[in-house]
């Protein structure tokens, strides 16, 4: 709650500086250049003022980056960055309070709540006529996936932002469809003669054995069974959730769409308070890793590349315990009634925010071509992952004669640290349609779609999942202050029940807790938003 009476603090300031306008004001965006009709490249060059925040292994400045090179090129347009290493929000914030606004922010990282507070004090423009009039390429994503279009425009029907969007798969059987994925160590378990479990008996005598039976050969008792960083949606075992009960399992929304399209929460069923129950009788028996509940991503990925894991989560294991084969994904389990379900991730593959431009731009429709490129297909999938022709970290091999790019081999090298050395993130949008014509299909992804499809999509029950809706103020409004209090009550309870356990004894007394902070209401708002959402 803290920080959200700090935002409303800054932005409170923003409305008496810039709604205002406020004699204090600093003009930080660029002179008006007075072009009309503009094409690329400029015949005399120009600069725009953008915010933005820094990638922590990219150069400090942005415009040492290859493909800010190259689209200054292009372009004419030359980027002057206020590039803010640590802090972002907080410093975007008071840059926005004191009137500093820069011509656009670039990853601007910005809630929806931002957006109608913004948009509503005259910070950002609505930006669907320059869509029309200057943006061609964003034009046809929306043209081709209209689901877009409708999930970026407000309430009051304007567009405020420019998305990032990234399509791998489609519907159910999409990687965006399970956040989080269990890898087991197959290797552990051919030295112990063990199947992989079926079940979440079957996965308790495996772990079981993991940590008795010296599966690694060094005669240590030193192997971890099971690892996680609870409540890190990446890296969580919420998956293991649907084990349990009626399987509608646990999510980082704790929320699921039935396929009747009803709502339903996950995080005080009986099937939840099972799966604690089963987890805490693991933790007690020293099967679960006591830093679960605190770890870092370093300390996890240090254990990991020591193979000190007998199953973790997270979203790519190379990430973690490197390119090796003794890591093989986790098969969902099977419930007491023999049925496997595997829950559904919400809000995945989208993200409405990532560019606004200010009511100081002087220069819209300059601005609004220049992001544009950012749309193009072979720009936006370079954006994503990474470049070609940059010095010892290529992502791609560029076939200039099929207008193509080629994702090169990673050679062992975790994804992640490869490709945020030249990928810049932003506005941006990959479709399926661009695999095998645009580029191809990044070595990693294709082999995580294909496990999945072998092992994941077939229990896949859901129809639906949860789109990514824009709520009105009001509503973003209700829900933040209801999530506020009670997602981390949850996450606390969750983790205390793990450790210490007394679940049965607590039980009650915690979903009258949730309905104090608002459950019901919550779930209101959201069945209410679906439902017009699917009308619409």
Known sequence: MKKLLTAGVILLAATTLVGCGSKSKKETASKDYKLTNVTFPLKE???????????????????????????????????????????????????????????????????EQDLLTWAKNGVIVPLEDAIDDYMPNLKKVFEASPKYKKMLTAPDGHIYSLPWIEELGEGKESIHTVNSLGWINEK????????????????????????????????????????????????????????????????????????DGKIKFTANT????????????????GLIDTESFEQEWSR?????????????????????????DDYVMFRPLAREDGQVNVTRTNNFGFSRDRFVITSANKNLELTAKWIDQMYEPLQSVQNNWGTYGDKGQNIFKLNEAEHKLVHEPLEGTAPVELRQKTSVGGPLAILNSYYGQYTTMPDDAKWRLDLMAEYIFPHVN???????????????????????????????????????????????????????????????IKQENFDNYNKG
């Not at 999942?465 to 949850?490: C, L, R």
Request: hydrophobic content about 35%; aromatic content about 12%; glycine content about 6%.
């Open 45 to 111: 060059k120009v600069s725009l003022n953008l915010l933005t925040t820094q990638n922590q292994v990219a150069p400090k400045d942005p415009n040492d980056m290859t493909i800010f090179k190259r689209l200054e090129k292009d372009s004419n347009v030359h980027i002057n960055w206020t590039n803010y290493p640590n802090d972002f929000v907080e410093k975007r914030n008071l840059d926005i309070a004191s009137g500093a606004l820069p011509d656009a922010i670039f990853n601007a990282q910005a809630s």
């Open 462 to 524: 859901n129809n639906y999942n949860y789109p990514n809706i824009f709520f009105s103020q009001e509503d973003t409004k209700k829900i933040a202050d209801i999530e506020a209090d009670m997602m981390g009550y949850i996450t606390q309870k969750r983790d205390e029940w793990i450790t210490k356990g007394n679940i049965d004894e607590e039980w009650d007394d915690y979903l009258k807790q949730l309905k104090a902070y608002g459950l019901d209401e919550w779930l209101k």
């Open 270 to 285: 009986d099937a939840y308070k099972e799966a604690i129950k089963y987890f805490n009788k693991c933790y007690t028996e």
């Open 188 to 259: 552990w378990l051919k030295a112990l003669g063990l199947e992989h479990p079926k079940t979440a008996k079957d996965l308790y005598n495996v772990l079981k054995a993991f940590k008795e039976k010296d599966p690694n050969g060094n005669g240590k008792k030193d192997e971890i069974p099971l690892s996680f960083i609870s409540n890190d949606d990446g890296n969580d075992l919420k998956m293991l959730f649907a084990a349990f009960g009626d399987g509608s399992g646990d999510n980082a929304q704790h929320m699921i769409v039935d396929n």
């Open 300 to 324: 996890y990925v240090a254990k990991g590349a020591d193979e000190k894991y007998g199953l973790y989560f997270t979203w790519d294991p190379h990430n973690v315990t490197g390119p090796g």
